[in-house]
């Protein structure tokens, strides 16, 4: 069985590592639904999502596994305006190029094999609050 556990602390290790005390990272906590909590530099979740374990036919490993890991990242201000989106895009391009640069994810997998994105808005009268789902998804052996 993989250790989907290890996966999520090695993105959190890789995030923290290249990103220093910008965002606040969490992994497997609750979701943020403060947007004071993501207004200064921004938060980041990291989160479990799927494994799917798929039998092989041939070679020394037995069993191919998909897995897939959500990093939700928001962003918030106090009043509506484009600086929320600017913001939300350059966190998102920071995320990605961090884990393409790694696309084995600290050794936890054996490569990166799709990387998708969702966007989420969280707008109301007095805050913008908006945020970006990265599903990765990669391949390991066990």
Same mark, same amino acid.
């Given at each position: 069985?993989?250790?989907?556990?290890?996966?999520?602390?090695?993105?959190?290790?890789?995030?923290?590592?290249?990103?220093?005390?910008?965002?606040?990272?969490?992994?497997?906590?609750?979701?943020? *639904? !403060?947007?004071?909590? +993501? /207004? #200064?530099?921004?938060? =980041? $979740? &990291?989160?479990? %999502?799927?494994?799917?374990?798929?039998?092989?036919?041939?070679?020394?490993?037995?069993?191919?596994?998909?897995?897939?890991?959500?990093?939700?990242?928001?962003?918030?201000?106090?009043?509506?305006?484009?600086?929320? *989106? !600017?913001?939300?895009? +350059? /966190? #998102?391009?920071?995320? =990605? $190029? &961090?884990?393409? %640069?790694?696309?084995?994810?600290?050794?936890?997998?054996?490569?990166?094999?799709?990387?998708?994105?969702?966007?989420?808005?969280?707008?109301?009268?007095?805050?913008?609050?908006?945020?970006?789902?990265?599903?990765?998804?990669?391949?390991?052996?066990?």
């Amino acid at each position: 069985m993989l250790n989907r556990a290890l996966i999520g602390k090695a993105v959190e290790t890789l995030l923290r590592e290249k990103t220093g005390d910008k965002y606040k990272i969490v992994r497997n906590a609750p979701r943020n *639904e !403060d947007p004071n909590a +993501a /207004a #200064e530099g921004g938060w =980041i $979740g &990291i989160y479990r %999502a799927r494994a799917t374990y798929r039998k092989l036919t041939t070679g020394p490993t037995p069993w191919i596994t998909e897995v897939e890991l959500d990093i939700e990242i928001q962003v918030a201000a106090m009043q509506e305006g484009e600086d929320v *989106e !600017d913001r939300l895009q +350059a /966190a #998102e391009a920071e995320i =990605i $190029g &961090i884990l393409t %640069a790694d696309r084995n994810l600290g050794g936890t997998v054996h490569t990166i094999k799709e990387i998708t994105v969702d966007d989420e808005l969280n707008a109301n009268a007095s805050t913008d609050h908006q945020a970006t789902i990265i599903t990765v998804k990669g391949e390991a052996r066990v």
